[in-house]
C-alpha cells in the first residue's frame, strides 16, 4: 500500500475527505452478512446467547466464551492486563510477556488437574489477547492471523456446512476442544454434545436477563434444541451454528459517530470532530487500514508491535514470508472499552498506542506499513478523545439489549474464597490453595489443590465447617484459619507431585452430593506440607471458603 509522504498534502486531503465520507455514510451501516445455510431465527439466537454464556461447555465450569469475551469491555476480556503468557522465551517477566485470556488448569482425561509447563497449577494464558465478538460477523476471516475462514467444515461429520460466510461458525469450533481455553485432554465433540444435552441450561449463572428467562422457561436443552432447529438432537454443528446466530445479531451500530454521521454535528464535541478530523488525515492515515462504519480493515500489516520472529501471525497460516508479523485491522468500536491494546496487550492506554504510530512503531523493518509522523500534543489528545469516547456504544458499556447477559459464576460471589495467608516452607515459598470449580450440588467432580509446596513433602488438608478468620491459632508454627469444630477432619494427600524449584503440587476432587440440604452449607480448608525449611516444620496455605449452591 502507499503512504502518504507530508503531513501537510495530508491534512489538507483530509479537510475535502471528511464531506465526503459524510455522504457515503448516509446510507447507513447495514446488518450483517448471513449465510444461507443458517438463517437467523429468534429460537436460535436465544439458544447461542444460553450457550455462549453457559460455563458448563468448559471441562471445569469455569470458562464460557463469554469469560474471555465481555459485553461491557467491548467484547473482549476485562482480565487482559492481568493475565500474562511468558511469550516465546518461557519466562516471565521479560519484554516478550503477552498479555492474553485466562482459560483453564492442564486437566487430564480423567478431569484430575496436571501442571503445565508454563503455568504450573494456574489457568493457563492464551498467548494473544482476545479479540471483540461485538461486530466480528462483519469479518470475513476471524483471528488475528484470519486462520478461521468462511467455509465452515462440519467437526464431526467433517462434511462442508457452510459454503461461504460461515468464519464465525469455523471460529467458534475452536475454543470448546482447546486445552488451553475450555478442554480436558482428548475432549471430543460427541463427549461434549452429550454433556449439553444433559446440563440444565444456565445452571451455574445468575441474573439472567427477563426476556432469556422467560424463552429458557426451566426447559431442557433438547427442548430448546427442538424449538431452535426442529428435533431435539444436541450435536456439534447446532451447537456452533446457534452461538454464530448470537454472534450476528451483536451489532453495535450506535456510537456517537453514528449520531454524527447521520447529520447530527453536536453528536461529537469539536475536540472529537477534531480527532476525527486527525483520525482520517495526519501521519498514517489511520482511515487507510481502519475504514468506517467499523473502523477495521480487510487485510493484514506489520506495524512492528513487536519483533516479527516472536509471532509470525498472518505469515504462519499463508506460508508467505511477506506476511510474516502481519495482523488484522481490529475494528476500533468501542476501542475505549477494551485496553489494553494489539495482538500481545502490550500497550496499556489509547495514549500509548497513539504515541507508538507518532513514532512509526518499536520495531521497524523494510516491512513496515507504518511511517513515523508529526503529532502536537492538542491533536493527540482530540484522537484519543475520538477514539475512547466517539466510538463506543452506550448499550455496550452498560450491557443492555442486545449485549444484555446473565451474570456467570466466576463473577458472582459464589465462587469459592481464599483468605488469610499461608506460612512460607522451603525456598520462601508460600503453598496456595487452589480451588475455582463450581461448588454446585451434584457436580461429579469437584477439585480441591495445593501448590507451591515443597516437592516430595508428605501434605494434608484439613476440613472443618467454620473458619477463624483471624487465624489465632498454630500447629507447629503454622497459622491455622479454621474453627477447630467438631467437625474438623484430616484428609492425606500423599508426597506433594514436583521436585526441586519447581512448585510441588496435589489436586484432589470430590463428589458434590445432590442433596438439597447442603444448599447454602460452607466447607473450610487448608493446605499443609511437612517441610524442614518451614520455621517449626510445617509450612500451610491460607484458608479456603467454599460455599454449596444449587443450580438453577
Ligand atoms: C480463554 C479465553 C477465550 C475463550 C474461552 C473464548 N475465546 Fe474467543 N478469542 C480469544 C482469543 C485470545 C482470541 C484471539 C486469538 C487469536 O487470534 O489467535 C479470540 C478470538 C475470537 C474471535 C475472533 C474475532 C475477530 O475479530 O477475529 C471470535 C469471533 C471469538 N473469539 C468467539 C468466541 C466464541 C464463540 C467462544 C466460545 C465458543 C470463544 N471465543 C471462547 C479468547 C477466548
Ligand atoms: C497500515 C495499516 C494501519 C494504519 C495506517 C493504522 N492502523 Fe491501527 N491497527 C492496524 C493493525 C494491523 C492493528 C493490529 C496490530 C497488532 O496488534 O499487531 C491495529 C491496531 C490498532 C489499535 C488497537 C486495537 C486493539 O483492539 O488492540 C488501535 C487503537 C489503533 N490501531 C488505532 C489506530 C490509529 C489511531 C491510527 C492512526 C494514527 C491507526 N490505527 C493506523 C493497522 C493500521
Not at 491455622?480 to 469444630?485: A, E, H, R, S
Request: proline share 8%; net charge neutral.
Amino acid at each position: 500500500m502507499s503512504l502518504p509522504r507530508s503531513p501537510r498534502l495530508v491534512l489538507s486531503l483530509a479537510l475535502v475527505a471528511v464531506p465526503f465520507a459524510g455522504s457515503v455514510q448516509a446510507q447507513g451501516f447495514p446488518p450483517p452478512p448471513v449465510p444461507p445455510e443458517n438463517q437467523i431465527t429468534a429460537a436460535k439466537t436465544n439458544l447461542g446467547k444460553t450457550l455462549f454464556w453457559d460455563e458448563q461447555l468448559s471441562a471445569s465450569g469455569t470458562v464460557a466464551c463469554a469469560t474471555c469475551h465481555a459485553m461491557e469491555f467491548g467484547g473482549g476480556d476485562p482480565r487482559t492486563a492481568g493475565s500474562v503468557h511468558p511469550g516465546p522465551d518461557a519466562s516471565f517477566g521479560t519484554p516478550d510477556d503477552i498479555r492474553g485470556s485466562r482459560g483453564i488448569i492442564g486437566t487430564a482425561t480423567d478431569l484430575s488437574y496436571v501442571t503445565t509447563a508454563l503455568f504450573d497449577l494456574r489457568e493457563q494464558v492464551t498467548s494473544r489477547k482476545a479479540l471483540p465478538v461485538i461486530n466480528a460477523a462483519y469479518n470475513g476471516l476471524q483471528m488475528w492471523d484470519g486462520r478461521a475462514t468462511g467455509r465452515f467444515v462440519d467437526p464431526v461429520t467433517n462434511t462442508v456446512a457452510i459454503q461461504n460466510g460461515g468464519s464465525l461458525e469455523s471460529q467458534a469450533s475452536g475454543p470448546p476442544l482447546n486445552t488451553i481455553e475450555m478442554a480436558h485432554a482428548g475432549t471430543t465433540w460427541s463427549e461434549l454434545a452429550a454433556k449439553v444435552r444433559d446440563a440444565r441450561p444456565l445452571a451455574l449463572a445468575t441474573n439472567l436477563p427477563a426476556t432469556l428467562d422467560a424463552w429458557i422457561a426451566g426447559r431442557s436443552y433438547p427442548q430448546l434444541f427442538q424449538e431452535a432447529f426442529g428435533d431435539n438432537n444436541v450435536t456439534a454443528r447446532r451447537i456452533l451454528f446457534a452461538i454464530a446466530t448470537y454472534e450476528r445479531t451483536l451489532v453495535s451500530n450506535q456510537a456517537p459517530i453514528d449520531a454524527f454521521r447521520q447529520g447530527n454535528p453536536a453528536a461529537l464535541t469539536p475536540n472529537q470532530q477534531r480527532g476525527l478530523q486527525v483520525f482520517n488525515g495526519l501521519g498514517p492515515r489511520c482511515n487507510t487500514c481502519h475504514n468506517e462504519p467499523l473502523f477495521a480493515g480487510p487485510g493484514f500489516f506489520h506495524l512492528g508491535v513487536r519483533p516479527i520472529n516472536e509471532d509470525l501471525g498472518r505469515g504462519a497460516i499463508t506460508g508467505q514470508p511477506q506476511d510474516n508479523g502481519r495482523f488484522k485491522v481490529p475494528s476500533l468500536r468501542n476501542v475505549g472499552l477494551r485496553a489494553p491494546y494489539f495482538h500481545n496487550g502490550g500497550k496499556a492506554t489509547l495514549e500509548e498506542v497513539v504515541d507508538f504510530y507518532a513514532r512509526g512503531g518499536d520495531f521497524r523493518t523494510q516491512q513496515s506499513n507504518i511511517q513515523p509522523f508529526p503529532l502536537n500534543p492538542q491533536d493527540r489528545n482530540a484522537l484519543v478523545d475520538f477514539l475512547r469516547n466517539g466510538l463506543t456504544d452506550p448499550r455496550v458499556a452498560q450491557g443492555q439489549a442486545p449485549f444484555d447477559h446473565p451474570t456467570l459464576f466466576t463473577r458472582s460471589n459464589r465462587a469459592p474464597r481464599l483468605y488469610g495467608t499461608g506460612t512460607a516452607g522451603s525456598g520462601g515459598r508460600v503453598p496456595r490453595l487452589v480451588a475455582v470449580e463450581p461448588p454446585v450440588l451434584g457436580n461429579p467432580n469437584f477439585s480441591v489443590a495445593m501448590e507451591q509446596g515443597l516437592g516430595g513433602a508428605p501434605a494434608f488438608f484439613l476440613f472443618d465447617m467454620a473458619s477463624d478468620p483471624l487465624g489465632l491459632q498454630t500447629l507447629l508454627g503454622a497459622r491455622i484459619w479454621l474453627g477447630f469444630t467438631v467437625a474438623l477432619t484430616a484428609v492425606e494427600i500423599g508426597g506433594l507431585q514436583g521436585s526441586g524449584n519447581r512448585s510441588g503440587w496435589q489436586s484432589m476432587a470430590f463428589a458434590i452430593p445432590n442433596d438439597a440440604l447442603l444448599d447454602g452449607a460452607a466447607f473450610f480448608a487448608q493446605g499443609f506440607a511437612i517441610d524442614p525449611g518451614a520455621p517449626q516444620g510445617l509450612s500451610a496455605t491460607g484458608g479456603l471458603e467454599v460455599r454449596f449452591f444449587a443450580g438453577r
